[in-house]
T-cell receptor
Framework: NAGVTQTPKFRVLKTGQSMTLLCAQD?????MYWYRQDPGMGLRLIHY???????AKGEVPDGYNVSRLKKQNFLLGLESAAPSQTSVYFC??????????????FGEGSRLTVL | AQSVTQLGSHVSVSEGALVLLRCNYS??????LFWYVQYPNQGLQLLLK??????LVKGINGFEAEFKKSETSFHLTKPSAHMSDAAEYFC??????????FGGGTRLMVKP
């Protein structure tokens, strides 16, 4: 009963390095999201996808890229990491518009530190 | 876009005391509102939701929230706090495209 799985769970990067966070869901959800969580700021949407092969920008997309080549996977990439990207990243998934209930299913988070 | 504001980033109560976490929304149309809970080192999970049916909504673990249009509020309450309720709580509102916008969060601490 995996639900939403994020890898890696922890990562330390140096400024300028690149990395990819992987999110996998086994619930056949159409929608997938990447959020970042910072103290006092709640969760802010970075990018989202409404289906395989589609992506869209959220509230704070700068410095990030995403891809959804397979329905079950949603990748978040940092091409050149900056200290401002130190955060906890959450992936989530949900049903599509016709079946959407407002419930997002979250992974356990990936803690990224950029030195 | 609609937004929510959570008053108080930290709330501390004694075990057995009333829990009250505040959320106010800004919306020109009837909103869909949600409360999510995040336990330590975990992702968020849905606690309850308001979708314009009943104004008093009951959720999991004894929590409930009341939608008050006149006050633009959707406060979360629980009559008697338990140690296991210690967590961070997020209010959220549904925006266009089925996107949730979250408040800043309130960390609930429960003292023995």
């Amino acid at each position: 009963n995996a639900g939403v799985t994020q890898t890696p769970k922890f990562r330390v990067l140096k400024t300028g390095q690149s990395m990819t966070l992987l999110c996998a869901q086994d619930m056949n959800h159409e929608y997938m999201y990447w959020y970042r969580q910072d103290p006092g700021m709640g969760l802010r949407l970075i990018h989202y996808s409404v289906g395989e092969g589609t992506t869209a920008k959220g509230e704070v997309p700068d410095g990030y890229n995403v891809s959804r080549l397979k329905k079950q996977n949603f990748l978040l990439g940092l091409e050149s990491a900056a200290p401002s990207q130190t955060s906890v990243y959450f992936c989530a998934s949900s049903y599509s518009a016709g079946r959407f209930t407002g419930e997002l299913f979250f992974g356990e988070g990936s803690r990224l530190t950029v030195l | 876009a609609q937004s929510v504001t959570q008053l108080g980033s930290h709330v501390s109560v004694s075990e057995g005391a009333l829990v009250l976490l505040r959320c106010n929304y800004s919306s020109s149309v009837p909103p869909y509102l949600f409360w999510y809970v995040q336990y330590p080192n975990q992702g968020l999970q849905l606690l309850l939701k308001y979708t314009s049916a009943a104004t008093l909504v009951k959720g999991i673990n004894g929590f409930e929230a009341e939608f008050k249009k006149s006050e633009t509020s959707f406060h979360l309450t629980k009559p008697s706090a338990h140690m296991s309720d210690a967590a961070e709580y997020f209010c959220a509102v549904l925006n266009a495209g089925n996107m949730l916008t979250f408040g800043g969060g309130t960390r609930l601490m429960v003292k023995p």
